[in-house]
């Protein structure tokens, strides 16, 4: 089941940023794929999203494929601590995919990594050797 792809644009000072975000759905698995810079101007808009999409989807594995996420800071960690949460409290879990190294440098540096799976291969590759939590 896909969902397609959101273009999500947020105003950033007098200009428009695109953040993109593409949702499919492999089973229980939700997977987002997400494109650009996750910080205070644009992490409301991505919860929402995110939210909504786990929502639609009953899915109960979050997959975040953040290979093409330039740029985060603690509001992306807070988006992500958020739906770690809610997952976990229902028994399932969020895998983050892909991190860029300066993404997973401030997932190591807020000890998200240390209670977060992070892998190194696409989401579906991830699903295909059996990581279904």
């Given at each position: ?7 999500l ?12 975000v ?14 650009g ?17 786990l ?11 953040l290979?093409?996420v330039?740029?985060?800071?603690s ?8 739906r ?9 879990k969020?895998v ?7 993404v997973r ?25 059996g990581?279904?939590?």
């Amino acid at each position: 089941m896909a969902y397609g792809e959101k273009y999500l644009p947020v105003n950033l000072f007098g200009g428009v940023f695109i953040l993109q975000v593409f949702f499919s759905q492999e089973g229980p698995v939700l997977i987002a794929r997400i494109k650009g810079e996750v910080d205070l101007s644009t992490a409301e808009r991505l919860r929402q999203e995110l939210e909504a999409s786990l929502d639609h989807a009953r899915a109960h594995l979050l997959y975040l494929d953040l290979e093409g996420v330039s740029f985060m800071d603690s509001s992306g960690l807070g988006v992500i601590l958020g739906r770690y949460r809610r997952l976990s409290q229902k028994g399932g879990k969020v895998v983050i995919c892909r991190p860029q190294p300066q993404v997973r440098r401030l997932l190591d540096l807020s000890g998200l990594s240390k209670i977060i799976d992070i892998v190194g291969e696409e989401p579906e590759e991830y699903l295909q050797k059996g990581g279904r939590g």
